[in-house]
């Protein structure tokens, strides 16, 4: 079974460059996150989407900062302006989702390390 | 505000002994810890979780313990092992919020060989 695929792996971009990040998750997973990881730190969530509706993106700086996932199975981040302070990892992640109270363990992607200079 | 700390940043432990690693809590709706292993150029990988109903939970070479009064958890490796070594996350989450889940900060654990 396929796991969770991001790409790219790398990029490195200049300052106020856009850049978007692709994240195809486990097939039939119905929940999809993506996370922002700092140097020496945990994942921090800015988007969780429950199919092809965001139920979470409180986390999400909306003035630069959009995700997507029309058909609800492949999901799309995008930063547009970046920043210096961008330069980190993000992270996709999917699990079963479903019921509330129902916990599901997420699997995660390999991560794309965004530098912007 | 970090709602889930893992205080010792790094551990070291020599091969066949035990690994203890912590992490600390501080919402109490939180029932469902688990915990991630993450290598080098690798998204984390589940590895065992617990639920609040539970004080211990055992998978082989690995053990979670909770101490809900403390807002505790721990993970306990024995005996440790070279590949081993990687970056241990504990997470948590609570009912109200489904599936979202807060990270620790991570301890890396290196197992000397």
């Known amino acids: 079974e396929a796991g969770v695929v991001q790409s790219p792996r790398y990029k490195i971009i200049e300052k106020k460059q856009p850049v978007a990040f692709w994240c195809n998750p486990i097939?039939?997973?119905?929940?999809l996150y993506w996370y922002l990881q700092n140097l020496g730190q945990g994942p921090e969530l800015l988007i969780r989407?429950?199919?092809?509706?965001?139920?979470?993106d409180s986390q999400l700086p909306k003035d630069r900062f959009s995700a997507e996932r029309l058909k609800g199975v492949d999901s799309t981040l995008k930063i547009q302006p970046a920043e210096l302070g961008d330069s980190a990892v993000y992270l996709c992640a999917s699990s079963l989702g479903g019921l509330r109270g129902k916990y599901n363990e997420q699997f995660f992607g390999p991560g794309t390390r965004l530098t912007v200079l | 505000d970090q709602q889930v700390k893992q205080n010792s940043p790094s551990l070291s432990v020599q091969e066949g002994r035990i690994s203890i690693l912590n992490c600390d809590y501080t919402n109490s709706m939180f029932d469902y810890f688990l915990w991630y292993k993450k290598y080098p150029a690798e998204g984390p990988t589940f590895l065992i979780s617990i639920s609040s109903i539970k004080d211990k939970n055992e998978d082989g070479r690995f053990t979670v313990f909770l101490n809900k009064s403390a807002k505790h958890l721990s993970l306990h490796i024995v005996p440790s092992q070279p590949g081993d070594s990687a970056v241990y996350f504990c997470?948590?989450?609570?009912?109200?919020?489904?599936?979202?889940?807060?990270f620790g900060t991570g301890t890396s654990l290196t197992v000397i060989p």
């Open positions: 989407y429950e199919n092809e509706e965001a139920v979470d």
């Open positions: 997470a948590a989450s609570a009912g109200s919020t489904g599936n979202q889940f807060y």
């Open positions: 097939s039939g997973h119905n929940t």
